[in-house]
């Protein structure tokens, strides 16, 4: 079992960066695929982006992130960033990531941290 710890989230105004950790503990974070989900208030759980494990690390993004959001990982910190760029205000939402699962079903990831809010102001 992982357990997982996001953090960087905060408050930025449109058109500023940010990058987001997940730190993972238990075990290697480099076996499993990672994935970036986010929540607006009264708003589904939206998938972001993933990243795969062992395999080399391919990754998917949502067209609504595509060319801003890039996703990387870190095996020697056992950690997964997200990098935001060219923030938007309808980016605000609390991040999660998890692992386990693959690609941009959220039913399919065991694993899941406590979220990080992201706010950009407009």
């Known amino acids: 079992q992982v357990q997982l710890v996001e953090s960087g989230g905060g408050l930025v105004q449109a058109g500023d960066s940010l990058r987001l950790s997940c730190a993972g503990s238990?075990?290697?974070?480099?076996?499993?695929?990672v994935g970036w989900f986010r929540q607006a208030p009264g708003k589904e759980r939206d998938f972001v982006t993933s990243?795969?494990?062992?395999?080399?690390?391919?990754?998917v993004y949502a067209d609504s992130v595509k060319g801003r959001f890039t996703i990387s990982r870190d095996s020697a910190k056992n950690t997964v960033y997200l990098q935001m760029n060219s923030l938007k205000a309808e980016d605000t939402a609390v991040y999660y990531c998890?692992?386990?699962?693959?690609?941009?079903?959220?039913?399919?990831?065991?694993?899941w941290g406590q979220g990080t809010q992201v706010t950009v102001s407009s």
């Open positions: 238990g075990r290697t974070l480099s076996m499993y695929a």
């Open positions: 990243i795969n494990g062992w395999s080399g690390g391919s990754t």
């Open positions: 998890a692992a386990g699962g693959v690609g941009p079903n959220a039913k399919l990831y065991p694993y």
